[in-house]
């Protein structure tokens, strides 16, 4: 495919036609002028850049077609689809004029002109989505205008292809970013939608009323965080901005789908009403001059100033990258005549205030009390933090870290450059990756949060907190260790930086400083039950579950309502092989509080006990959205063992083994020498039949030679892909190691192989 590199002075012919100067790159390829000689005409000729985005050789065509089946005048016509060369274009009508960018922020905003384009657009957009057609991509990018007004619609279609996190995240300064057109829960993974299109119609909208985009100064990472976790509320205006305006903006951009305005249609009759206002815009709607360095006001009476963002409070935890970042600060405006709100501002907020206390009374018997004395309590930066910081220390208890995200954001919202909020922030979404299974997204957004609160202050341990937790997910274990080790140097009785240090400790299999850490943490901080956790998993690690059980025993004793004591007890007892004792652990948690860990422990005993069919429903519940976590690739794993045994259920449990695969892949990427996720990605691809499951068993053992998992998993994988000898001394092997007796000969893939005659006194050969 064309290179990004090549011009029209390198290439000069495409096939038939004759290309007579490049138009500019777009975000999904090289525009050409083009003569066409058999039709006599000149043509705009589109070649894609595949390398640049992944897409398949086929999006062109999509496009094309897409494209051709609209009829409004609006959207660009295409001629032919042409290859050449391995080559792919479209051939399309050159249109004459310049998109849009060339119009904002160039002179004052034409209000009249801004409402005409967005108008247009929007009667084009209707015609589209009524033939179930999503555009994806508007941005000023892909407006032109033509010299006569009318307004062209470039890139249908194209967006779909491409996934925008990926594409703008790490890009540099770029004011036509599609991320900053692309709606919040886009930017959260949710599918395109009509309200997709109407977002990013809103936000051109802005743009031309304001001169620059919301977040002018931010890019990437930094971007799409401020865009996911502020609302379009918060957006200064010139303070000569019509209400009507910035209201019709909101309801175009509002952060929840549901409350944006529900169709094209829907904001064109809103345009409508504008225009009939006195038959032509208000005078009120002619604005001055705005520029990056323009004083803004927010056209809010009691909020004439605002700070022009930062958003970090989005990004939560994961530190690693660096965003250009500036604060403008919105002035109040400098008229001296007094608008009639103003005049009028203390009877209306009496009466506002008159009306708030009635509605509050009257709804006073059908609020919770929790959510009554929160409306009823006075805004506190200070609590609004340390309720953040208490249900991060708790976020093993289903919700404890939303309702953390809550409050670090709650405080974002007032104050875009509170770095505690956003390392706050990012620690919760590094949390919730591990917690909820594997979503990158809070990768992304972790990330982007801890190199705000960074950048806004250095000297705060938890910003280094954040940092560790984001370095130490992305795989950099060593320089996560060094940001935790900066966070204690700065606060030595950090709960959070402790809870990293260790944690990256335990990962890099450091037992002798962790048990050092360990041992310092608890004395000084006795009642914290995190210590007992983790001790208890370094002993299970390390195959001494004796002192695992006491470990988190004494967890629970902390903190009776630790679900993840529970489950680890669980597991250290099943190991003991005292099963009934574990489903009496499990019991005992499931009865305090439901959670994807007892769930995965309880199928894990029932599967040890043979009722797989048990075994597939609990694990089920595990893998729910409502009870477990449905991204956990060890959960679907665990649920395709079980139904690999239930009669009629080999496909479910085929496409379960093929769904654990997926979501293992990317730690594997980041962590290519963590032998348990190398064996188990091993035996998963033996399940399913992949001829390279044993090489990935073999890079496993590489890693890991001496863990008795990694061995069972061996021992599996080659039984399954027949190889017998080989499986034999991986068993006899992971026996030796420590595996428990009763869980070897509970595996129903090793039935064959505990029947051949040397399975017996290879196991005692190995004992001996």
């Known amino acids: 495919m064309i290179s990004v590199e090549i011009s029209a002075a390198v290439l000069d012919r495409f096939g038939d036609y004759e290309l007579r100067g490049s138009l500019g790159e777009g975000g999904f390829g090289r525009v050409y002028q083009a003569w066409d000689p058999a039709l006599q005409r000149t043509v705009a000729l589109k070649c894609l850049k595949t390398a640049n985005h992944h897409a398949s050789p086929d999006t062109l065509i999509d496009e094309a077609r897409r494209a051709a089946s609209l009829r ?10 042409q290859e050449w060369n391995d080559i792919q274009a479209i051939v399309m009508e050159l249109v004459p004029g310049a998109t849009l960018r060339a119009h904002i922020g160039s002179a004052a905003p034409d209000v009249a002109l801004a409402l005409d384009i967005v108008d247009q657009v929007a009667d084009a957009m209707a015609e589209a989505h009524g033939a ?44 036509g970013a599609t991320v900053a057109y692309t709606a919040p829960e886009r930017l959260m993974g949710c599918p395109l939608s009509r309200g997709s299109d109407i977002y990013a119609l809103g936000v051109v909208l802005y743009e031309f ?44 951009t509002a952060h929840d789908p549901a409350r944006r305005l529900p169709s094209m249609d829907a904001v064109r009759e809103r345009i409508a009403v504008l225009r009939s206002a006195d038959g032509t815009p208000p005078a009120a709607l002619a604005l001055q001059p705005a520029s990056r360095h323009a004083s803004l006001a927010i056209a809010e009476p009691s909020s004439p100033q605002m700070a022009q963002q930062l958003s970090a409070a989005t990004s939560q935890l994961l530190p690693a990258t660096t965003a250009h970042q500036e604060r403008a600060i919105a002035l109040a405006p400098a008229a001296p005549v007094r608008p009639v709100w103003q005049r009028w501002r203390w009877p209306m907020a009496a009466i506002l205030v008159a009306g708030t206390v009635a509605a509050t009374v009257l709804a006073w018997p059908s609020l919770p009390l929790d959510r009554l ?160 956790d983790i001790e208890g998993t370094m002993h299970y690690r390390r195959g001494d579950y004796a002192r695992a059980e006491q470990a988190f025993r004494t967890s629970l004793q902390l903190e009776p309502d630790g679900m993840r004591a529970y489950a680890n007890l669980s597991a250290a007892l099943m190991r003991q092989d005292r099963l009934d004792e574990a489903l009496h652990v499990l019991q005992q948690g499931l009865r305090v509080r439901p959670s994807g860990a007892l769930y995965t422990n309880l199928g894990n005993a029932l599967f040890t006990r043979g009722d797989y069919t048990e075994a ?71 399940r ?73 006194t290879t196991i005692e050969e190995k004992l001996r």
Do not use: C
């Open 132 to 175: 179930g057609l999503i555009h994806g991509d508007l941005k000023p990018t892909n407006l032109m205008l033509e010299p006569s007004g009318a307004v062209r619609i470039l890139d249908f279609g194209l967006a779909r292809k491409v996934d925008p996190l990926a594409t703008d995240l790490t890009a540099g300064q770029d004011d």
């Open 688 to 760: 399913v039949k992949d001829a390279a499951a044993l090489t990935w068993i073999d890079r496993s053992l590489r890693q890991e030679p001496d863990s008795p998992d990694v061995r069972f998993r061996a021992a599996i994988a080659n039984e399954l892909t027949g190889r017998r000898d080989q499986a034999l001394a991986h068993l006899a092997r992971a026996r030796q190691l420590g595996y428990p007796l009763k869980l070897l000969e509970a595996e129903p893939d090793l039935i064959a192989l505990r029947r051949d005659p040397r399975y017996t």
């Open 616 to 686: 597939a429903r609990a694990f089920e519940q595990a893998v729910s959205s409502a009870r477990g976590s449905p991204n956990d690739y060890l959960k679907w794993a665990n649920l395709a063992d079980s139904l690999n045994w239930i009669p009629g259920r080999a496909e479910e449990a085929r496409n379960a083994y093929q769904r654990a695969a997926r979501l293992l892949a990317p730690l594997v990427e980041r962590n290519p020498a963590n032998g348990a996720y190398l064996s188990r990605m091993g035996l998963y691809a033996a």
């Open 373 to 532: 004395g929160a409306a009823l309590t006075p805004y506190s930066e200070a609590r609004a933090m340390e309720s953040g910081l208490e249900k991060l220390a708790h976020g093993d208890r289903d919700g404890a870290l939303e309702q953390a995200l809550l409050s670090f954001n709650t405080i974002l919202e007032r104050n875009p450059n509170h770095a505690g909020a956003a390392a706050g922030a990012s620690i919760a979404y590094s949390l919730r990756y591990v917690g909820d299974g594997r979503d990158d997204n809070w990768l992304r957004f972790a990330k982007a949060g801890a190199q705000a609160a960074l950048r806004q202050d250095d000297h705060l341990a938890l910003a280094h907190v954040a940092q560790a937790w984001s370095l130490a997910l992305g795989g950099d274990k060593e320089a996560a260790l060094a940001a935790a080790d900066r966070a204690l140097a700065l606060d030595p009785l950090d709960l959070q930086a402790l809870n990293a240090k260790l944690n990256i400790l335990l990962d890099l299999r450091r037992y002798e400083p962790l048990s050092a850490l360990l041992e310092m943490a608890r004395k000084k901080l006795p009642k914290q039950r995190m210590f007992p």
């Open 72 to 81: 409004h005048r609006a959207f660009v016509k295409i001629f032919a689809f």
């Open 209 to 252: 009323l304001v001169g620059e985009r919301p977040f002018a100064t931010l890019n990437g990472l930094a971007l799409a965080a401020a865009h996911v976790h502020t609302t379009s509320e918060s957006w200064p205006f010139p303070a000569s901005t019509d209400r009507s305006l910035v209201e019709l903006v909101r309801r175009m």
